[in-house]
DNA sequence: TCTGGCACTCTGACTGATAGACTGCCAACC
DNA sequence: GGTTGGCAGTCTATCAGTCAGAGTGCCAGA
């Protein structure tokens, strides 16, 4: 693949972007005459005939058939997207509005829902959100409270106030100073410390010694794999799905029926998502460029949202090659500082 | 709407039957020679073609135009599934099948995940579970925990064990005494209270008395409002949405629009789940009878599920109006049965 | 009451024929 | 040499027409 960017000329570039913008809002193939009409260069069809001819050469457009007008390819839009496109940043009335709507109350689940919806519900395409995720939690305490005979109610503080809580069942009835005595055991030796090495601390220390703490300890260390756990196996959140059947050329069920199984089955999107965490910035996978079949008429644009320059999660956006990315780009970005700053308040 | 039941005779409610079951397999109109073959009874095309007559007079099939076979309408589904439709219980086998993949040790949430996968997987369906609502929840205990300078962890333990948390940031530091007292006083005051009555007396009691403690019991009453609230609004599981997707009288892009809309919306659907609560035992909703016109091609078989007697919730499946009624209704009688008593463990 | 037969109807698939929308190429023009 | 108008050629979409297949309704006879 040569990157042919210098042997392309300032007019045939002008005439990429005419052409994938008109494309992009009816869908049909582009003729000469329309983009005659429609470039803004005082060329005759004739003429836009010749320059298509040589876009196709270099692989950005393509004709479905010799009376067809032409279509932007995969390449087309890479370059597009990399080097014609200006993206003009969100005026600031629209950055207001979606800053109201998160509402800073919210618990980052919450967020992260508001903001799929929102990225859904502006760009009319499909929003997908990953659940923000927390590196190395620390432990912060745990607490024991009696609730019957045998039953007890663990409940442990990780990280920036995260709450886990765990109902157990033990041998013997405990009384509340007891269980004050196990978690003032536990708080003092490990408060502050990583969860992870608070686990295998504790592990270690079970095996050694048999005390009558090893039910507390063990149901300190059960949680503590559950926040681990919790961790590990990332999620997303997504919205507005059904904008996609909108696009004719995603109508065919049997395409919409594998890209709508990959989204609930999660395991390919995640993975996809993954890579864009890596990334710096805006992130973009046009048609067959992801990688995965139920994908390839979409395209997904993302961009990671960062708390304290950590980044914590990917958002974006999923819609039909034919998106308008100059509109997308601008919002999925703002989307994700925005999506930073209230979660940044959550400290 | 005449119940014309006494009408029609016993031959035609077999061919009745025949239609149908064809029908299901295969959704394309029956015409009466299929059905002379498929229907058992030794009678030629024309002697059927008599009875189809009949059985259309009477609004049970219909025929989409002059030449086509028949097509069972509403009424006659109806009529299949009250009178004609036997249903043989479930094999020992695939109910234990189904049993085996209820882990007694999974949270509610989770068990109610389960049930809707499985509905899903076994009927090839889409399965649908409402998570269980508890009434009239009581309050149990609530436990202040100090954080940090001043945010203090508040716990609500309420009915069987549900616990809540909520982090409060209060204007001053309270010491751990303090907390203490005021838990104390919650608790004993209020400990094995209706919540709902908790939640009144308290806020009864905070416009007499301004208190040191209105912060505390501020956070109770939002805590208990949030058990409540999270009772009356209810929700529901869904899994296998896209098995729709494979019925062609479904695959007009804009009716899969309109359906996953409102499994999304969720508001319509579980108006519909409402109504199932009322009914006894295993109710259906044929096409129309719905109401809603997103599922005007769509039936409905549930079935409530409890725990001691007291429905927690309603199970079911979405089809379309053709699908194997004998066979999913065994299944969705027979999970409900299941669902109720894996969640009976957890008392 | 059941059945075979016949006329009739409607659909779906196939076939041309035609209009419309392009392109490609060529010769002329600036 | 770049640009243009013109023209031939090509592909699609659409519409009418035909035809086989499937099914019904009705009637007369068993």
Same mark, same amino acid.
Request: proline fraction near 3%.
């Given at each position: 693949?040569?990157?042919?960017?210098?042997? %392309?000329?300032?007019?045939?570039?002008?005439?990429l972007?005419?052409?994938? &913008?008109?494309?992009?809002?009816?869908?049909?193939? #582009?003729?000469?005459?329309?983009?005659?009409?429609?470039?803004?260069?005082?060329?005759?069809?004739?003429?836009?005939?010749? $320059?298509?001819?040589?876009?196709?050469? !270099?692989?950005f457009?393509?004709?479905?058939?010799?009376?067809?007008?032409? /279509?932007?390819? /995969?390449q087309g839009y890479r370059f597009f997207?990399d080097t014609l496109?200006? /993206?003009?940043?969100?005026?600031?009335?629209? @950055?207001?509005?979606?800053?109201?709507?998160?509402?800073?109350?919210?618990?980052?689940?919450?967020? =992260?829902?508001? *903001?799929?919806?929102?990225?859904?519900? @502006?760009?009319?395409?499909?929003?997908? /959100?990953?659940?923000?995720?927390?590196?190395?939690?620390?432990?912060?305490?745990? &607490?024991?409270?009696?609730?019957?005979?045998?039953?007890? !109610?663990? $409940?442990?503080?990780?990280?920036?106030?995260?709450?886990?809580? +765990?109902?157990?069942?033990?041998?013997?009835?405990?009384?509340?100073?007891? !269980?004050?005595?196990?978690?003032?055991?536990?708080?003092?030796?490990?408060?502050?410390?990583?969860?992870?090495?608070?686990?295998?601390?504790?592990? +270690?220390?079970?095996?050694?010694?048999?005390?009558?703490?090893?039910?507390?300890?063990?149901?300190?260390?059960?949680?503590?794999?559950?926040?681990?756990?919790?961790?590990?196996?990332?999620?997303?959140?997504?919205?507005?799905?059904?904008?996609?059947?909108?696009?004719?050329?995603?109508?065919? #069920?049997?395409? !919409?029926?594998?890209?709508?199984?990959?989204?609930?089955?999660?395991?390919? %999107?995640?993975?996809?998502?993954?890579?864009? =965490?890596?990334?710096?910035? %805006?992130?973009?996978?046009?048609?067959?460029?992801?990688?995965?079949?139920?994908?390839?008429?979409?395209?997904?644009?993302?961009?990671?949202?960062? $708390?304290?320059? +950590?980044?914590?999660?990917?958002?974006? #956006?999923?819609?039909?090659?034919?998106?308008?990315?100059?509109? #997308?780009?601008? %919002?999925?970005?703002?989307?994700?500082?925005?999506?930073? *700053?209230?979660?940044?308040?959550?400290?």
């Amino acid at each position: 693949m040569n990157d042919s960017g210098a042997e %392309i000329s300032e007019r045939a570039q002008q005439m990429l972007r005419a052409l994938i &913008e008109r494309f992009v809002v009816d869908g049909q193939p #582009v003729g000469s005459r329309t983009l005659a009409r429609d470039a803004g260069l005082k060329l005759s069809p004739a003429t836009i005939r010749n $320059v298509m001819s040589d876009l196709e050469e !270099l692989g950005f457009v393509a004709s479905p058939h010799t009376s067809a007008g032409r /279509v932007p390819t /995969v390449q087309g839009y890479r370059f597009f997207v990399d080097t014609l496109l200006s /993206v003009k940043p969100l005026d600031q009335r629209a @950055i207001e509005k979606i800053r109201a709507e998160f509402d800073v109350e919210q618990a980052p689940k919450d967020l =992260v829902e508001s *903001a799929s919806g929102m990225l859904s519900a @502006i760009t009319q395409l499909a929003g997908i /959100v990953t659940l923000p995720r927390r590196d190395h939690p620390l432990f912060k305490r745990v &607490e024991f409270l009696p609730l019957s005979e045998n039953r007890v !109610l663990a $409940v442990l503080v990780s990280g920036k106030d995260e709450v886990q809580n +765990r109902i157990l069942k033990t041998e013997r009835t405990c009384s509340a100073a007891e !269980l004050q005595q196990a978690s003032n055991y536990l708080n003092k030796l490990f408060s502050g410390k990583d969860l992870d090495e608070v686990r295998t601390t504790l592990l +270690r220390e079970m095996q050694q010694t048999r005390s009558d703490m090893n039910e507390m300890m063990m149901t300190a260390i059960r949680m503590a794999d559950k926040v681990l756990e919790k961790n590990a196996d990332e999620d997303f959140v997504m919205a507005g799905q059904t904008n996609l059947m909108g696009f004719h050329e995603l109508c065919d #069920v049997e395409k !919409l029926r594998m890209l709508f199984d990959a989204f609930n089955e999660k395991r390919d %999107i995640l993975h996809l998502l993954d890579q864009c =965490v890596h990334g710096e910035g %805006i992130q973009i996978f046009i048609g067959e460029e992801s990688g995965y079949k139920m994908l390839d008429e979409c395209s997904m644009v993302t961009a990671p949202y960062t $708390v304290d320059g +950590r980044v914590l999660g990917v958002l974006g #956006v999923i819609g039909p090659t034919r998106m308008a990315y100059e509109r #997308v780009i601008p %919002i999925v970005d703002a989307t994700a500082r925005l999506l930073g *700053a209230a979660l940044n308040t959550k400290e």
